[in-house]
């Protein structure tokens, strides 16, 4: 059973609903028994069955924790052997409600994330985060999806020996995929959700202060979310509202031609575990710029490599000349991010979870 406060199907999902869906239809597809519950949205069933898997969706954001320290009590999910609770910030403390084996999946702590919430319920998220769950979990397995987040967790309290790095995986390209060329221009793409610690303002900015250095400069941003007005606010006072595209939500294909088109993709976002946009770039070719605070980015680049780890949001802004100014760079970095992302499987990401589960 796992316990997510967001399914793949969310409004708000991303990478972690992704390494949800991916690791539990391949547990499926082997037999295993799976059911998720997370959080019910607008528009959503409250429960239903899709490619072996049981989805049951309960409360909100917040009450979503209710429900599932009820249902594990109640038993009314049936007989449940292993519990993989999905700690996004607000732990499920599911060891406390069932005697079920229970491993924690953490993708990265939010200390920088907490205050979007607000004050008071930062503060609450943070101590039940950074104080409660390192003591209730204690002799628990946990699986983190990056070093960075692994060390993250240690400086909590963790026990090192407890934490295991599952990878995220990767999709292969679609084989719907048709011939693509980079675009004749410098051109630049955000792939991700439109949410506030995203920062694709900086993305913007960064084309406001390269646009006149680099004729024709574009910037496509994929993705939706409900940050998106704020974000065109920021366009049209920057006056860039005729190189800036918001493209939406797109499907798999069209996702793989937009990066395949770009020169270079920007992930200048506050805090993750390790970005899934940045492996999906390198399938293609293109090499990523982020900032080197930033978490898991730390493993999804290799500073100089594969991509660019920028110190600060003037560093961004030169990593990204220095990558449009150098076609001999940008296309070495390119050539060994698609190189490494061979290492990335969903299938050892899954077999790391048996493991765990097995332990």
Partial sequence: MFLSWRDPWHPEAGGAERWLLEVAERLAADGTEVTVLSARYPGSASELHHRGIRWV???GHLTLYLHAALMLLTRRLGRVTSVIEVQNGMPFLARLFTRAQVVVLVHHVHREQWPVVG????????????????RVNRGLRYLAVSDVTRGELIQLGVDPRAIT????GCQPVPTTLPPVSPNPAPSLVVLGRLVPHKR????VAALAALRHEFPGLTL???????WEESLRAEIDRLGVASEVELVGHVDETTKYVELSRAWV???PSLKEGWGLSIVEAAQVGV??????DAGGVRDSILDGTTGLLARDQTDFVDCVRR???DDVLRRELGTKARARTAEFTWEATTATVRTALRD
């Fill in 57 to 59: 969706r309960r409360g």
């Fill in 165 to 168: 790095i599952a990878w995220n």
């Fill in 323 to 325: 990558l449009l100014r």
């Fill in 119 to 134: 004050p008071v319920l930062a503060r609450v998220g943070w101590f039940l985060e950074s104080q409660v769950a390192p």
């Fill in 220 to 226: 496509r941003v994929v993705g939706s979310g409900w």
């Fill in 200 to 203: 694709v303002e900086h993305a």
């Fill in 287 to 292: 090499p990523s710029v982020a900032y080197a």
């Fill in 265 to 267: 993709h920007l992930l």
